[in-house]
C-alpha cells in the first residue's frame, strides 16, 4: 500500500465493479429485532452507557434525515458527529489522520472534501445494488476519515442510512465490525455481499419468527431486544413487507427470537464499538 491509504482507497473504490454485487428485492425490511439499536444496547453499553445513550441519539436523528429522503452530505454528518462524540462542534479534520496504530495514513488535499461529498452522493446512485451502495458508502467514511475521532462509529451509521432510505433495516449489524483494508478490493465487494446476507437473513427471519411461539413469551426472554425496539422507533403493525411476495402473517416487531448482536450459532468476536 502507499504511505496514503486515502489516495489507494480512491483508486481502488473506482476499480471495484459495484455493479457486479449481488442485489436484494426492493420490498421494505421489517426486523423482529432493530439490530442496529440492540447492537448500541448491548455490548456498547455494556461498556460504557454514556456513549450507548449518544449513538441511540444519532441514529434517531440519522432515521428523521433518512425519513426525510435526506441524501448523505457532509453537513448531515456533521450533524450525527457531535451526537457521537457528545460536543457542540465538530469539523472536518484539517491534517493527515492515522489508524491502526499509525500503520494508516489518510492523507489531505485541496480536493479531499470536494471529493468526499461527491462519493457521498453516490450512495443513492440507484444503477448500483442497494447493498454496495451501503458497504461503500461505510469504506468511504473509513478511508476518508473525515473527523479527528469517532469514524467507525460513524460509518456504521451512514451505512445504516443508506439502507433506510429504502426501508431496510437489519436484524443484526455484529458481522459488519470487522477491520477492513484501504487496499483489499475483493474485501470491498466481500462487504457488499456480507450486507446482501444480513438483509436476506433479516427478512427470512423476519417472516419464520412469526411462527415460532408466543410473541409474549418470546419478548420475555430478550428484554435487551425490546429496549432496543423502544428506543429506534415502533415499526407499525400489518402485514410484513420484510417477509417476501405471498406472506400473508404480521411479522410484528414484538416477534424477537433471538439476543440480536450475535450471528447466528456463534458470539461475535468484533470490538464492541469502532474508533
Not at 62 to 68: P, V
Not at 101 to 107: I, L, P
Not at 128 to 145: E, G, K, Q, S, T
Not at 179 to 204: E, H, K, N, S
Request: aromatic share 6%; hydrophobic share 40%.
Amino acid at each position: 500500500m502507499s504511505d496514503d491509504a486515502l489516495a489507494t482507497w480512491y483508486k481502488v473504490r473506482e476499480q471495484v465493479d459495484w455493479s457486479s454485487a449481488p442485489s436484494v428485492s426492493p420490498a421494505p425490511v421489517r426486523p423482529v429485532v432493530d439490530g442496529l439499536a440492540a447492537w448500541f444496547e448491548g455490548p456498547v453499553r455494556l461498556r460504557d452507557p454514556d456513549r450507548a445513550d449518544r449513538l441511540l441519539a444519532a441514529m434517531t436523528l440519522s432515521r428523521a434525515a433518512a425519513s426525510r429522503g435526506e441524501l448523505l452530505a457532509p453537513a448531515l454528518l456533521t450533524g450525527w458527529q457531535q451526537l457521537v462524540l457528545g460536543v457542540n462542534e465538530v469539523r472536518l479534520r484539517q491534517s493527515d489522520a492515522f489508524a491502526k496504530d499509525g500503520r494508516e495514513r489518510y492523507g489531505l488535499t485541496p480536493r479531499t472534501w470536494q471529493d468526499f461529498a461527491a462519493c457521498l452522493h453516490q450512495s443513492a446512485d440507484p444503477s448500483v445494488p442497494l447493498p454496495a451502495r451501503a458497504a461503500r458508502a461505510y469504506l468511504d467514511i473509513a478511508f476518508f476519515h473525515p473527523y479527528p475521532d469517532g469514524n467507525a462509529r460513524l460509518a456504521l451509521l451512514v451505512l445504516a442510512h443508506v439502507l433506510e432510505r429504502e426501508g431496510v433495516r437489519l436484524d443484526e449489524v455484529g458481522p459488519l465490525q470487522t477491520t477492513r483494508y484501504a487496499d483489499d478490493p475483493d474485501g470491498a465487494l466481500d462487504l457488499a455481499v456480507l450486507v446482501t446476507v444480513l438483509i436476506r437473513a433479516t427478512r427470512r427471519r423476519a417472516c419464520s419468527s412469526c411462527t415460532q411461539g408466543s410473541p409474549g413469551n418470546i419478548s420475555r426472554r430478550n428484554s435487551a431486544a425490546a429496549r432496543a425496539r423502544t428506543a429506534g422507533g415502533a415499526w407499525p403493525s400489518g402485514p410484513g413487507p420484510g417477509c417476501g411476495p405471498g406472506c400473508t402473517r404480521s411479522c410484528s416487531p414484538s416477534c424477537a427470537v433471538r439476543t440480536p448482536w450475535t450471528s447466528p450459532g456463534r458470539p461475535s468476536t468484533a470490538p464492541p464499538y469502532g474508533h
